[in-house]
């Protein structure tokens, strides 16, 4: 695997690969891979000739009061990792590669509307901060093909959003969420969660399946729905931050008629903050 630290060798070696006639498939994270991360990769490497992972941790995503310094950092296990599913190259740029001029002067990409409300809203200025490194990213790397989890249903959408508004040239594939046997969605931040937190954190899923079933036993009052869930969810300990059953495009609150639907969940587990959701089509 060719580990790459520089936007010049970057762009020396995708122009190689292009040249040669062969795609690239791009699949972005922050590092800290778990399963979840290698599925995304297996996927590209369906798809594509070559595939490149990036690992930044975006400083420009995360909020004031975030977990910017205590997320995990774990290059070495990350490369051997990639080597073993077949990754072709790395890039790992510096904070600096990325924003030269400093966060406070850079130019920026924002995704309006979806980005204000669920994760946007809790977390003002998050979106804009995906937006504007996977659109850097998406520059340097020129990829054929990106791979995002649904899991961070959301940002996908600002993604696609953003790659149809700014007519990018590259396809972007959302791949289904990876679940540990106990139906917990995987993510670098259950790394911070005691066991039996862990454990509790399970019954997210739980409840989201619990509400697919009431939905589709044709229970239209959403509102009671949600209702539930949180209280159920509160009473094992969760802090909620939102649970609501939404448009899946516009992410509005869902009316019965809607055909894809998606329950979107935000809870606190102690300091950790947990994100799922599931989709419903009809
Ligand atoms: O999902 C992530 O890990 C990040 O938000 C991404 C897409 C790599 C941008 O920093």
Not at 55 to 62: C, T, Y
Not at 68 to 79: C, M, Q
Not at 168 to 193: F, K, Q
Not at 233 to 251: P, S
Request: net charge negative; charged share 20%; aromatic share 8%.
């Amino acid at each position: 695997m060719i580990v790459v630290d520089s936007i010049a060798s970057l762009r020396a070696l995708i122009g190689d690969w292009k040249r040669s006639g062969q795609t690239v498939g791009f699949v972005p994270t922050m590092g800290n891979l778990h399963d979840g991360h290698l599925k995304l990769v297996k996927r590209a490497k369906s798809h594509n000739d070559k595939v490149i992972v990036s690992i930044f941790v975006n400083p420009m995503q995360f909020g004031a009061n975030e977990d910017l310094d205590a997320y995990p950092r774990t290059i070495e296990e990350d490369k051997a990792k990639l080597i073993a599913n077949g990754a072709d190259a790395v890039f790992l740029p510096s904070v600096s590669d990325m924003y030269p001029a400093g966060l406070d002067v850079q130019t920026y990409v924002e995704v309006p509307g979806i980005s204000d409300v669920l994760c946007g809203a809790s977390r003002p200025g998050h979106f804009r901060g995906v937006a504007t490194v996977v659109s850097k990213l998406f520059n340097m790397v020129q990829p054929d093909d990106a791979f995002f989890g649904e899991k961070d249903y959301q940002q996908l959408q600002v993604i696609r959003t953003m790659v149809r508004d700014l007519s990018m040239a590259v396809t972007v594939h959302g791949v289904p969420t990876e679940r540990e046997a106990s139906g917990l969605a995987m993510s670098s931040r259950n790394g911070y969660l005691s066991a039996q937190e862990k454990a509790a954190a399970s019954l997210i899923y739980k409840a989201m399946q619990q509400m697919q079933a009431d939905i589709e036993q044709g229970n239209t009052d959403f509102v009671a729905i949600e209702k539930n869930a949180i209280a159920e969810l509160e009473q094992h300990g969760f802090k909620n931050d939102y649970i609501r059953i939404v448009n899946a495009q516009t992410f509005m609150p869902a009316s019965p008629d809607d055909s894809h639907i998606v329950i979107v969940v935000a809870l606190f587990m102690g300091k950790t903050r947990l994100i799922d959701n599931l989709q419903i089509k009809r």
